[in-house]
């Protein structure tokens, strides 16, 4: 081997040591399980009660950050799946216990009521992840009070037959009340998480009489039956029970005589004998197995090459298998007619080709019989055993073959046309859905019928269109179907449409929107409204009509969204409150005043840019007034001065300011108030003390001192950004 070659399987050998060396996990010297009340593996509970399971790990080894999954089974039916411990330290030799009780159980313990199911039971649990894959079981015995008598009648009911359930308790007394769940099972017939779900109880006489038709659509399938005392459980053991409702596939009177190589065909009908279209029929024996589905009309056709025993099913969804017909294939004729294409079409050309062991038969005599029942004029087939026709109906072809010491052969071929269709893949509740059918070759088919789910809804005119109203969302398979076409099928998806109306596009703080959802038919209609306000999150409500009070200005969208229809936005506008800034320079400070409707704003945020520095925020008082210290900031030129706030708005105003230090006009003009004021009051006690001095004597007490309360400054806030 060569060095590089060498070096390559070296460097690989070590990847893959490192890569198993990192894969392994933490091994486990013993693993155990025991029930924590007894320490025992074994239990013996009434119905309902709980118990707990102790899982005991012993390691073999010390390891930290360790994650342990653990699943647990009932009878083989998992509980509890993938039950997770992270970042588990372990120590060697050192026991680490897991505790789990039925309520760590998933959802299928309290669903099919297994605290109730009486008898020996098998509980397994397995450890697996960072350690070694263990698992142990122990058992546990649940006893409780026998119902009895359940029954439940008739066994094979029909889809809209009254089914009912019985129920006597432990004395043979009817049952009263008695507690009956009753589960849709799935496609897989096996009870999940989201199969649906109701529940009867029995009446004083201990019967529950309904029909599943009225709980379930569709009702056809499997459903499981489950019975206790009450739903809390109650003290008796479950009882369960499984049955369904189908309906049986038949299939048609068979030909009397069926040859190899000829077109079968086959109808399958219901037992009321109405056609059962896209039923799967499959067809076996010889080493031959084919399955094809049947038409709009329940039709099916089938083409076997070889002789011997052959045996016909009939499936669908929602059905009875039907019973299975055996029948024979004779041997064909001596001459052998081969037509082609299989899937042929009104208006291209056939092929015919006959032979006869294999070789070509050369001047036989085709006769071709058309779906009216007149024969084309006779053929003579060419030295390679050929002719071509081309048919101008649709329909079934019979062609008779024949020639002098030859038995006449004689075999069928289908000749059908195939649909063009228009048909838009989303639709429109309640809205006319066009559609358009033409055959291969464009031209306009009338009369085919417009089908969903098997039940006519239209049926195209001369020009090939048709219209039809889906009243509700969903998604749909539209077929079309005509004599003499292949049978299409389209899955369309149909959704409503909402608008949303608003009574004003603009509006102010102070006042209201409403908001109103209507469908495409203008009716007023609920959905979930969902307003997205700017810097607050969302309001979101479930009406027709909403009234909607703003708690913020700025642009707010509104969507609209209810389940089958297509979503819808708008939005509205909120205007701010409209303020008007004034500012001038008093003494050392730069004065800005604020006034909404002539009436001072306090609170409000006023953003100051200098000329030289970054901006500057400082808040209004009781007054509407904000004062910034001049001789602190120490900058003289042109300052920016607007808001800063989302429900306030003012224009910008531009300051020049090329000094201070002046007279505080606004606190000269306070003093001077205040003076005035006091200057005032004392008059007023001069004259009033002077006129009493005139007076008789009267004893006087002691005149409180009176003083003006006194004014608290409204601070003002300077802070950088």
Not at 29 to 51: A, K, T
Not at 499 to 519: A, F, Q, W
Request: proline content about 3%; overall charge negative.
């Amino acid at each position: 081997m060569k060095p590089k070659h060498l070096l390559i399987t070296a460097l690989a050998l070590t990847v893959f040591i490192a890569t198993t060396c990192y894969a392994t996990s933490v091994k486990l010297d013993d693993m155990g399980v025991e029930f924590h009340s007894n320490g025992d593996d074994s239990l013996d509970i009434d119905v309902g009660d709980g118990f707990q399971l102790d899982i005991i790990l012993t390691p073999d080894e010390n390891e930290s950050d360790v994650d342990i999954k653990v699943d647990v089974y009932f009878d083989d039916i998992l509980v509890l799946d993938g039950y997770k411990e992270d970042n588990v330290d372990l120590e060697e030799g050192v026991d680490y216990t897991i505790s789990l009780d039925e309520g760590d159980f998933d959802s299928i313990w309290d669903n099919l009521f297994l605290g109730y199911d009486c008898g020996d039971h098998e509980i397994e649990v397995k450890v697996y992840d960072d350690v070694d894959d263990e698992q142990d079981t122990v058992d546990l015995e649940i006893e409780g009070d026998e119902f009895n008598t359940v029954t439940i009648t008739p066994e094979s009911p029909g889809v809209d037959e009254e089914i009912t359930v019985y129920v006597e308790d432990e004395d043979g007394d009817e049952m009263d009340r008695a507690y009956i769940k009753i589960f849709h099972l799935g496609d897989d017939e096996t009870w999940d998480e989201d199969d649906e779900d109701t529940y009867e109880r029995t009446e004083y006489d201990g019967e529950a009489t309904f029909t599943l038709e009225d709980e379930f659509d569709p009702a056809i399938g499997r459903y499981l039956f489950i019975v206790v005392e009450s739903s809390g459980g109650g003290s008796y053991c479950r009882e369960t029970t499984e049955l369904s409702l189908k309906k049986e596939l038949v299939i048609g009177e068979l030909p009397q005589e069926i040859r190899a190589g000829e077109v079968m065909e086959l109808k399958i009908l219901d037992p009321n004998d109405n056609p059962v279209p896209y039923a799967d029929v499959t067809v076996s024996g010889q080493g031959f197995s084919e399955t094809k589905s049947t038409d709009g009309n329940g039709y099916v056709y089938f083409t076997i090459e070889e002789t011997g025993g052959y045996s016909i099913l009939a499936t669908k969804t929602d059905f009875d298998d039907s019973l299975i017909k055996h029948f024979t294939v004779k041997p064909r004729s001596d001459m052998n007619i081969e037509v082609g294409p299989d899937d042929a079409l009104v208006g291209e050309q056939l092929t015919v080709t006959v032979s006869s062991s294999g070789e070509a038969v050369e001047s036989a005599e085709v006769r071709i019989k058309k779906p009216d029942g007149i024969f084309e004029s006779t053929r003579r087939t060419s030295s390679s055993g050929v002719i071509t026709y081309i048919p101008q109906a649709v329909g079934v072809y019979e062609i008779e073959v024949s020639k002098e010491s030859y038995e006449t052969a004689v075999k069928k071929h289908v000749v059908s046309d195939e649909f063009q269709v228009q048909l838009e893949g989303s639709v429109l509740i309640n809205e006319n859905i066009p559609i358009t059918v033409k055959d291969h070759k464009g031209n306009a088919v009338k009369d085919a019928i417009v089908s969903i789910r098997g039940v006519k809804i239209a049926q195209t005119d001369s020009l090939g269109k048709a219209s039809f109203v889906i009243e509700s969302s969903g998604t749909y398979t539209v077929g079309v179907s005509k004599e003499g076409f292949k049978e299409f099928s389209r899955e369309i998806t149909a959704e409503g449409s909402l608008k949303v109306e608003l009574s004003k596009s603009e509006i102010g703080l102070d006042e209201t929107v409403t908001i109103t959802v209507k469908d495409m038919r203008d009716q007023a209609i609920e959905a979930e409204i969902t307003i997205d306000e700017p810097d607050r999150g969302s309001t979101m409500e479930t009406a027709s009509e909403f009234t909607f009070a703003p708690e913020t200005a700025g642009k707010h969208e509104v969507r609209v969204n209810r389940r089958g229809y297509s979503p819808c936005t708008t939005e509205f506008t909120v205007e701010p409150y409209q303020v008007k800034l004034s500012s001038e320079v008093s003494g050392n400070y730069l004065i800005v005043i604020a006034k909404r409707n002539n009436e001072p704003v306090s609170n409000l945020t006023v953003s100051v840019t200098p000329p030289s520095s970054d901006e500057l925020f400082m808040y209004t008082d009781r007054n509407g007034i904000a004062r910034m210290d001049l001789e602190q900031l120490g900058e003289k030129g042109n300052f920016t001065i607007t808001l800063d706030e989302t429900n306030y708005e003012s224009d910008i105003i531009v300051k020049e300011i090329t000094g201070w230090g002046g007279v505080d006009l606004v606190g000269l003009i306070m003093w001077v108030l205040i003076a005035f004021i006091v200057i005032l009051a004392a008059a007023i006690a001069f004259v009033y003390l002077k006129g009493k001095d005139k007076l008789p004597a009267k004893k006087v007490g002691k005149v409180p001192d009176r003083r003006m309360p006194g004014k608290r400054e409204g601070k003002t806030r300077l802070g950088k950004v």
